[in-house]
């Protein structure tokens, strides 16, 4: 297995090359949406690098492999350096064996923070130092989370600041039909309180509120915990959250238990689902938002996280056939702000250069993630970028959700051990849906965290 990995890597290392200016996608200079004078200044800075190599590792393959290399091509043609980009299908094992074996890359980019965390604690992470983590802290939307989730303890114990953020998730949506709403006389609700009357008076009126399916395979129940995470940071601190994911708080504690059974009004009431209680969970997750497009509606929301377009009925367009809202915050607890669900990547020196140096300096440049950002399928928090870059107006909203949170926290599921948040959390909400108390829900996963040795 460690040689077909390494051997993976390698392939995909010969393939990727540095640049020229035939290609970088985007002629510099020629679109003012772009912040050309952040790459004409870091270009002026780094001129000293030419004939450096540089290695990076990374989690995107095939569409996104591409997309990161568009934007790679502006630092290799800002700098010369000669830099290649890999990936493996198993990166999370890979990036393990390689600085294990003393051959890592330069640069490793990684979607774990607590993958990342250990490789600091072992010593294999270079500190980005304090400057960086107070730039984030004040140029990230929500940006003490964003450093907390890049701030681990060394090898020597103490705490520094090892990742950078690059490119973001979202989590906390709504989607919905702008039409049927206005039909309905529905408005967008802004608490939380107020998406449970909305809820109720859908029934009322003789509507379907929610299309909500926990489908997924071997992976079945997983659309249900991003539902408990939301909740999660809305009626309980961040603190709570962070360690509800650690166990430190128990998940049948009554903060989590609380958070289950809000669920549970939404998806246990069978006049609020499509297809009843019984529907919730046999129906795919890809497959419950095409309620939404139904004549007349089979429901009017459906929960889940920026990717799901990807699902709609082919033609859809986004702003106009479907649009979304942020899953609201508690109005009894507008102490906790404008809390945001969802996952990013993180940008660590694995192996110390001047070249991998500049490479992380360059994705503080506004241009490194505007170049993404009007193409497809990137966010970010950072506040610099101008948000004219982003390619459609959904994008724009979901970037905007981004930088002006008040916290941001990865998906709670992902931070848990594989065993709890890829296991018993999936079964024990499908439990949950099919009868068992939330309190039973949560004695149950409890259990089995307890069990781990």
């Known amino acids: 297995m460690k040689k077909i990995l390494l051997l993976s890597v390698a392939v995909a290392a010969m393939v990727a090359g540095t640049a020229s200016a035939a290609d970088l996608k985007f002629p510099p200079g020629q679109d003012s949406k772009f912040n050309w004078k952040s790459y004409d200044d870091f270009k002026a800075g780094h001129a000293d690098l030419k004939g450096q190599e540089l290695t990076i590792f ?27 980009y890999s990936s493996s299908e198993n990166y999370e094992q890979q990036i393990v064996i390689d600085t294990q074996a003393g051959s890592p890359p330069n640069v ?24 960086l983590a107070k730039w984030v802290k004040d ?41 049927n709403f206005k039909e309905g006389g529905y408005q967008i609700p802004t608490t939380l309180e107020d998406l449970e009357k909305l809820t109720d008076q859908i029934a009322k009126d003789g509507g379907v509120p929610w299309c909500i399916g926990l489908g997924s395979g071997g992976a079945t129940g997983w659309p249900a915990t991003d539902w408990v995470e ?4 809305r009626i309980n601190t961040p603190q709570d ?24 009004k939404f998806a246990k009431n069978p006049k609020y689902v499509d297809g009843g209680v019984a529907a919730v969970a046999s129906t795919d997750f890809r497959d419950s ?26 033609g859809t367009k986004l702003g106009q056939d479907a649009d979304f809202f942020y899953f609201p915050p508690a109005a009894a607890h507008p102490e906790l702000g404008k809390p945001v669900l969802g996952a990013g990547t993180l940008a660590t020196i694995t192996k110390d250069s001047p070249a991998a140096r500049a490479f992380i300096q360059f994705l503080q440049t506004p241009i490194a993630q505007e170049i993404w950002m009007a193409q497809s399928g990137f966010l970010t928090p950072y506040k610099g970028v101008n948000k004219a870059a982003y ?10 959700l981004l930088t002006t949170a008040t916290t941001f926290r990865f998906d709670g599921s992902d931070l848990m051990p594989g065993k709890i948040g890829a296991g018993s959390f999936w079964t ?17 996963i409890q259990k089995s965290w307890d069990g781990i040795k």
């Not at 939301?230 to 940071?233: A, G, K, R």
């Not at 459906?302 to 377009?309: C, D, E, L, M, N």
């Not at 390619?391 to 905007?400: F, I, P, Q, S």
């Open 289 to 314: 938002p095409k309620g939404l497009f139904a004549v007349p509606p089979k429901c009017y929301m459906h929960k889940q996280a920026s990717f799901i377009p990807s699902f709609f009925p082919e």
């Open 108 to 131: 490793a980019i990684l979607p774990q923070p607590g993958l990342l965390a250990n490789l600091a604690s072992q010593g294999h992470l270079t500190p980005l130092g304090d400057d």
């Open 139 to 179: 140029n990230y939307g929500a940006g003490d989370s964003w450093v907390g989730y890049g701030t681990y303890k060394g090898k020597d114990g103490k705490e520094a600041f090892y990742a950078f953020p690059y490119k973001a998730d979202l989590k906390s949506l709504v989607w919905y039909v702008p039409e």
């Open 428 to 444: 024990g909400m499908v439990d949950f849906v099919g009868g068992k108390s939330a309190q039973e829900a949560g004695d149950a």
């Open 230 to 233: 939301d909740i999660m940071l």
């Open 58 to 84: 990374g989690p995107w393959r095939g569409e996104d492999e591409a997309l990161f290399t568009s934007v790679l091509n502006y630092f290799t043609e800002a700098t010369g350096v000669n830099a290649k």
């Open 241 to 264: 959250y962070d360690n509800w994911t650690t166990n430190e708080l128990k998940f049948n504690d009554p903060k989590v238990v609380a958070a289950i059974d809000e669920f549970g």
């Open 391 to 400: 390619a459609n107006d959904t994008l724009r909203k979901e970037g905007e």
